[in-house]
């Protein structure tokens, strides 16, 4: 075999037959988290279901999964829920008691209801894949995912404690641990597992500390066992060993027939772990997944892996094992030996299933300690991490929450930490969303105006009498808490139209719809109408269940924000009566209207041309060069955006009285935007030629137009400023 090749083939045999035996043992530690206490003598039937569960499941995702860096893994965190299966099973002193009579049978019986529950939660993980539905499960608040993570980590502490004493600490078992033999056991099965998490945390996380710690404190009580002159199976290292087990293999043939003592009263009673681990495992994967992203530095596909993990879990479910999904722990692993191949893979899920073929005598050798240690290190690194080090990096609301999460779970159990850290999310969240205005602008109309361009004198008034028009834009949900904020925002006096715009508006519910109608009627009262604008469909169907007028007061409806200014600005103009000035009909009656100096329609007519355009016809091109300006006479037109793919973008319009063009035209840039008649308008144009004619043969005319442009482009200006900021807040 070439050099070059060995040199990749014998690495990815290390790393696999490393990552195997690592998952060896974190299987025989889930083992021992489920088959103990009344069932500890069934420990080899579920050696046999999760080690062939698991090699199969890691075979699965190192052939399927996307990336070849990724290998796969028993899936942790459902763990815990799985050790609530004996108990569902097989509740109270009976359920002990039918244990004892047969603890096989009954470890049996445990044993494909976790694969029944693998099953359906693999189903469950590729439906979620095949509809990219992956990411919904990141949609729990992490305080809770947090909480819950440290309440996993608590039971695994709990497992390992139990573990490691061979106690059974359900009901009034912790007393036990008042025994020397129980309490040392304990303490040693404590003290490896501190040490490695000590020494990871020293290493940065290095994936020989478990191996190395558990190696040595293996090969040390063998040689103290040995140096006492203490035999494998004498009584005094007995309560110590995980055995003694039989000799032969432990392979055997999954036993669905023992699914025949299911009957309705515990499938009811299962039922709801069967949720719980479905949806831990659901969310867990996501998680894992994300995480591992980082490790491999590329984008993983999360719905892909889902289905990966499904198949994976479902093929480990026909075997009686738990949950398989890609690893974060066993990915670090082969990437920290260099490998990216899936060859690691393979050889670690093979070799997850050779004590299976070896014979249970391999198995004699495991001190319980070595495994509780893996059990204990876990929970308390799980608990530090999410209950205590996370108190650094959220409010201490988002932390009480954790706090809130796990002590639920201490005390009541897993199903009941999820909800109780639900339900305290929720009321943190309505509080918090009570905090946020559904305000999110009020201004007047003298200040905040429509996209029209108006002539001067018109301008003056708007600016006079324009706070008579009130602006209110909403934002978010409205719901009960806070649409209230909405009646203390309404103007007490001098306003004439209400504006009440919904652009921004999510929905809201029915108690919103009686705030709104509160809010009409004090409207009323103080003498304002009222105009909804913005509404999207939805929001419009739910004004017609509410039977809510889209105006009152006279106001005419409007789609828009802007249609709403512009109907109450036409409003308040119209008020304004004979004190308004007349549009100046002509661009000549602009010289007495802004400069107070009249000007002969003769003396620049000569200079003038008069056009008229149809409906629909553009007066001024985008991209064109910028020749002419014109004053509109008659008609109205607007002012559009021209947008490659996409349609023209309506940023203003005009009527009588407003010069178009000037810009491009003093500063000599190409035109910026479209100038489009909305009905049949009349113009007067000025010409570059023109005006250059006009400064050879009147000066001081050509002056004054000079001037007047000056203080159109200034009103302009100011105009044109105002709308930005509108549109900008």
Known sequence: MPRARVGVIVPSLIGGVIVGVVNIVKAMAIVGLIYH?????????????????????????????????????????PVVVFTLFPEA???????????????????????????LASLVAGASFWLLGKYRLGTTAR??????????????????????????????????????????????????????GILMLVLEARTKGHWAVMPAVLAIAVAGFHLARLALGVGLHG??????????????RILAVPDWHALAGLDPPRLAAITPVVLMVVLVGAISCTLLIAGIELEVKRPLDIDHGLRVAGLASAAAGLTGGLLGAPSLMSTTVALRMGRRDRLTGLVAGLVCMVPLLAGAAVLNVVPRFAVAA???STGLD???????????????????????????IVWAG???????????????????????????????????????????????????????????????????LNAGMLLEALPAVGARFLILDFAAVAGMDSSAGMTLRRAMQIAAERGYAVLFTGLAPPLRSRFRRLRLPLATGGAVPAE?????????????????????????????????????????????????TRESFPGGATLIRQGDPAETMLFIVSGRVRVELDRAGAPPLVVASAGPGVMMGEIGFYTGVARTAMVVAEVETAAEVLTRDGLARLEREDPALAALVHRLMSCMLAEKLAGSTRRQAQGGT
């Not at 004979?578 to 003769?602: C, E, H, I, S």
């Open 139 to 192: 949609f729990l608040p992490y305080p809770v995912v947090a909480g819950f993570n440290a309440g996993i980590g608590w039971l695994f502490l709990l497992g390992g404690i139990g573990l490691g004493s061979d106690l059974h600490l359900g009901g009034g078992g912790w007393v036990h641990l008042a025994d020397p033999s129980a309490l040392l056991r304990c303490g040693v099965s404590f003290g490896i």
């Open 414 to 480: 897993l199903l009941a930490g999820v909800v109780m850290g639900l339900a305290v999310s929720l009321v943190i969240f309505v509080g918090n969303y009570r905090r946020v205005s559904v305000i999110r602008l009020a201004a007047a109309g003298d200040a905040h105006r429509s996209s029209v361009i108006r002539p001067p004198a018109e301008d003056a008034v708007l600016r006079r009498d324009g706070a008579a028009i009130r602006l209110l834009r909403l934002q978010g949900y409205l719901f009960f």
């Open 560 to 608: 828009s924000e802007d249609a709403g200014l512009q109907h109450a600005e036409s409003q308040v103009l119209a008020a304004t009566g004979d004190g308004l000035p007349a549009r100046p009909a002509t661009f000549v009656g602009m010289f007495a209207a802004l400069l107070g100096q009249p000007v002969p329609p003769a003396r620049l007519a000569p200079y003038l």
């Open 235 to 248: 009584r005094a290292v007995a309560a110590w060993m995980l055995g003694p087990f039989p000799p032969g």
């Open 37 to 77: 206490g009344p069932l500890a003598p069934s420990f080899l039937v579920g050696i046999n279901a999760v080690l062939l569960g698991a090699g199969l499941s890691m075979l699965i995702v190192s052939a399927l999964i996307e990336a070849p860096a990724v290998l796969g893994a028993p899936l942790l965190a």
């Open 382 to 408: 799980r608990l530090v991490d999410r209950a205590w080090k996370t108190r650094r990096s959220l409010p201490w609301t988002e932390w009480a929450v954790v706090l809130v999460v796990l002590a639920t």
């Open 374 to 376: 893996v059990l204990i």
């Open 89 to 115: 099973l097989f509740p109270g002193a009976a359920g002990a008691a039918t244990i004892a009579r047969d603890p096989e049978a009954a470890g049996r019986l445990v044993a494909m209801v976790c694969g």
